[in-house]
């Protein structure tokens, strides 16, 4: 089974993210700021990373460059997910690493849409 790690500070939205991923068959795996994610990814490189943009201690940015920069780092497909929807975030996500994008709100159809787009589905 394909492991998820979702990076939100949103408890909500991770719960969302959770039980949609769940039913999808991901095993998951949570973090609430890019630091956390780090620490996790350096602990089990997940197979999905799902990752919010704007977090305290470290942003899902600078995650992406950290991550990328780590031993299998480069392995995990990495989706953005959030409320940054303009073509600049866009455009420094995806120059960044990142494999998709999504806006949120999102629902089922969207992640499963994302996910099958980039092979992980």
């Known amino acids: 089974m394909a492991s998820c790690l979702i990076v939100d500070d949103s408890k909500v939205v991770r719960m969302v993210a959770r039980r949609i991923l769940e039913d999808l068959k991901f095993d998951i795996l949570e973090a609430e700021d890019g630091r956390g994610a780090l620490d996790q990814c350096l602990e089990t490189m997940p197979d999905v990373i799902l990752l919010d943009w704007n977090m305290p201690v ?3 940015i600078e995650f ?8 299998g780092g480069a392995d995990p497909v990495v989706v953005f997910c959030t409320t940054e929807n303009d073509m600049a975030h866009i455009r ?7 494999n998709e994008y999504i806006m949120k709100p999102f629902d089922r159809a969207i992640i499963e849409a994302k996910f099958s787009q980039v092979g992980v589905l």
């Open 92 to 98: 420094e996500a995806i120059s960044a690493g990142a």
């Open 58 to 60: 470290m942003n899902g």
């Open 64 to 71: 992406l460059h950290s991550l990328r920069q780590t031993e």
